[in-house]
């Protein structure tokens, strides 16, 4: 079973993690399997380096995300793990060295149960707990890479699912501001990921288990513009831009739906 997908930005490669414990990365115009690289349990998501393009990363079941160079696949060249945290990693999600808080780049990991920062330096990676309360679903970073979508879980304190755009702070100490917190539903039972979308404007989008709909929201001001059916189970949000149209798309068990925007 693949459990995440991710384009590269700038080689026809598609990478995909499994619970097979594989990374595989695919050449899209031969259809041919370039890389194949083994992690040490069942994998549950991955990214791309922003600022190397031989990088990959991958956040496996066992709670560690593993860095890979595709120059050595033989194996990982780091582990980046938090002792005595083991909850799966449900999101890794890399940031570029655009970002003022993360000069020389790195990786956000989003556990189960916890938010991590992996921030790059000239030697070992140097670990940021990010004080957001889960439990977590899905984590989406925005393309300036100072700001981030992250989804939890109803909570004791909290019985409905949430939604949170935060931004990256540095004083002393690394850490987050919340823009916009937006109320999702009364349920959250699946693993269903959410998106930052990119149209006229800025949006964010989620599914909202009770209601069966993707809700979305303008970034900018917290209002909801909208929102589309989803009678079965949403997976995963995406967006996709052509020539003539930007289209939301959304994945179940069994259909990918494609919904164009009009008039945004």
């Given at each position: 079973?693949?459990?995440?997908?991710?384009?590269?930005?700038?080689?026809?490669?598609?990478?995909?993690?499994?619970?097979?414990?594989?990374?595989?990365?695919?050449?899209?115009?031969?259809?041919?399997?370039?890389?194949?690289?083994?992690?040490?349990?069942?994998?549950?998501?991955?990214?791309?380096?922003?600022?190397?393009?031989?990088?990959?990363?991958?956040?496996?079941?066992?709670?560690?995300?593993l860095?890979?160079?595709?120059?050595?696949?033989t194996?990982?060249?780091?582990?980046?793990?938090?002792?005595?945290?083991?909850?799966?990693?449900?999101?890794?999600?890399?940031?570029?060295?655009?970002?003022?808080?993360?000069?020389?780049?790195?990786?956000?990991?989003?556990?189960?149960?916890s938010?991590?920062?992996?921030?790059?330096?000239?030697?070992?990676?140097?670990?940021?707990?990010?004080?957001?309360?889960?439990?977590?679903?899905?984590?989406?970073?925005?393309?300036?890479?100072?700001?981030?979508?992250?989804?939890s879980?109803?909570?004791?304190?909290?019985?409905?699912?949430?939604?949170?755009?935060?931004?990256?702070?540095?004083?002393?100490?690394?850490?987050?501001?919340?823009?916009?917190t937006?109320?999702?539903?009364?349920?959250?039972?699946?693993?269903?990921?959410?998106?930052?979308?990119?149209?006229?404007?800025?949006?964010?989008?989620?599914?909202?288990?009770?209601?069966?709909?993707?809700?979305?929201?303008?970034?900018?001001?917290?209002?909801?513009?909208?929102?589309?059916?989803?009678?079965?189970?949403v997976?995963?949000?995406?967006?996709?831009?052509t020539?003539?149209?930007?289209?939301?798309?959304?994945?179940?068990?069994?259909?990918?739906?494609?919904?164009?925007?009009?008039n945004?």
């Open positions: 079973m693949i459990r995440d997908i991710k384009f590269h930005d700038t080689k026809p490669w598609l990478m995909t993690c499994s619970i097979d414990k594989d990374v595989k990365v695919l050449d899209i115009n031969t259809n041919q399997t370039n890389f194949t690289l083994k992690g040490c349990s069942p994998l549950w998501s991955c990214c791309w380096d922003i600022n190397n393009e031989h990088i990959l990363y991958a956040g496996q079941q066992q709670g560690s995300v860095k890979f160079d595709i120059r050595r696949p194996e990982p060249v780091q582990e980046l793990f938090i002792p005595g945290d083991y909850s799966p990693v449900v999101s890794v999600q890399a940031i570029g060295s655009s970002c003022s808080v993360f000069p020389l780049g790195g990786v956000i990991s989003c556990k189960l149960t938010l991590w920062g992996f921030e790059n330096t000239t030697q070992e990676p140097r670990k940021h707990f990010l004080p957001v309360e889960g439990p977590f679903v899905s984590l989406t970073v925005h393309r300036n890479h100072n700001h981030l979508f992250l989804s879980r109803p909570n004791a304190r909290y019985p409905y699912a949430r939604h949170f755009l935060f931004e990256l702070t540095r004083e002393d100490q690394v850490g987050c501001n919340i823009v916009h937006f109320r999702g539903g009364n349920t959250q039972r699946m693993l269903s990921r959410t998106c930052l979308l990119s149209n006229q404007k800025d949006y964010a989008a989620a599914y909202i288990e009770d209601q069966r709909i993707v809700s979305i929201w303008n970034i900018n001001n917290s209002n909801c513009v909208g929102s589309v059916p989803a009678q079965e189970t997976l995963d949000i995406n967006s996709v831009k020539s003539q149209s930007d289209y939301l798309l959304t994945l179940t068990e069994s259909k990918l739906r494609a919904f164009k925007f009009t945004w």
